[in-house]
């Protein structure tokens, strides 16, 4: 068996109705799961970036962004493992408020990890930290022994450590887009 490892994949399309169900219907075929998925802008107007993180072998990554490339609504689509990209998650957690006052290791925790307090009402506060997959982990682990009340993890954010041409691609389509 093929080793297995997580891959971003960035796609860069068109804003097109349908487009997300044939993209999502690549990795279904191939029975594999999506990690996380996010839709952004880009640099370029009209141009939409999607980024996928997904567990599988290069074999199987590469027919993918191969399959992914033939769709008309696609610009150009890239995979990358984690040592290629710099990326970031976001998470927030919210807790009762009579632990942050009553209790000193939670505000030490808060401290340490780099988090922020971004709301306090009388029931509840809300922690917003920014990281890692495992730092994000770390928190959880950490904050999970005194009850968490809500907790939401956004998807991946990534760009990569090399250059990417994507800036003249995506130029040169904007050009031929408007001619």
Not at 24 to 53: D, G, K, P
Request: proline share 1%.
């Amino acid at each position: 068996m093929k080793k297995e490892n997580k891959y971003t994949v960035s796609i860069y399309t068109e804003n097109s109705v349908g487009l997300l169900n044939r993209i999502s219907a690549i990795f279904q075929r191939r029975h594999l799961n999506i990690e996380s998925f996010n839709s952004s802008m880009t640099e370029i107007e009209s141009v939409q970036r999607w980024t996928i993180l997904v567990i599988t072998n290069e074999t199987q990554i590469m027919k993918i962004v191969g399959q992914i490339n033939r769709q008309v609504e696609v610009i150009k689509s890239y995979y990358h493992t984690d040592e290629e990209t710099i990326y970031q998650e976001s998470c927030l957690f919210k807790i009762k408020s009579s632990l942050l006052f009553d209790d000193r290791k939670i505000q030490n925790i808060i401290k340490e990890s780099n988090s922020v307090i971004v709301t306090v009402t009388p029931e509840f506060f809300v922690i917003e930290k920014s990281g890692r997959t495992y730092e994000l982990d770390e928190l959880y682990n950490k904050l999970s022994e005194y009850g968490i009340l809500q907790f939401v993890r956004s998807a991946r954010i990534a760009v990569t450590k090399a250059p990417l041409m994507i800036s003249e691609i995506l130029t040169d389509f904007k050009k031929n887009k408007n001619e």
